[in-house]
């Protein structure tokens, strides 16, 4: 399985982004896609998370600004990331979990005061 993400950038506060990640191999069902964050110094943390059958997942910080989607015909999972903050900065990884733990290559996210 090999997990594409998309997305990441530059943005001031109070802006917004959207990644987007796809999915593609023998993906086990049931899965739950997601996003993790890392930012400089710190663990790896859950950001928000979806399964096959829509149950949803977020961190406290970013209830009510983040939203993630999933197609679960395509394959593929968004984060939309509104009224973004500078402590979003970090390196956001796509994760999908179903039977193995999959991680697509990390996409910066940089949120500038």
Known sequence: VQLQA???GLVQAGGSLRLSCAASGSIFSPNIMGWYRQAPGKMRELVA?????????YV????G????SRDNGKNTAAL???SLKPEDTAVYYCNLRGGVN???KGT???VSS
């Not at 979806?50 to 149950?55: A, F, I, K, L, P």
């Not at 600004?65 to 993630?68: G, K, P, V, W, Y």
């Open 49 to 57: 998370t979806m399964t096959n059958s829509g149950g949803t997942t």
């Open 60 to 63: 406290d910080s970013v209830k």
């Open 80 to 82: 939309q990331m509104n």
């Open 102 to 104: 999959y991680w697509g």
């Open 6 to 8: 998309s997305g990441g």
């Open 108 to 110: 910066l996210v940089t």
């Open 65 to 68: 600004r983040f939203t993630i």
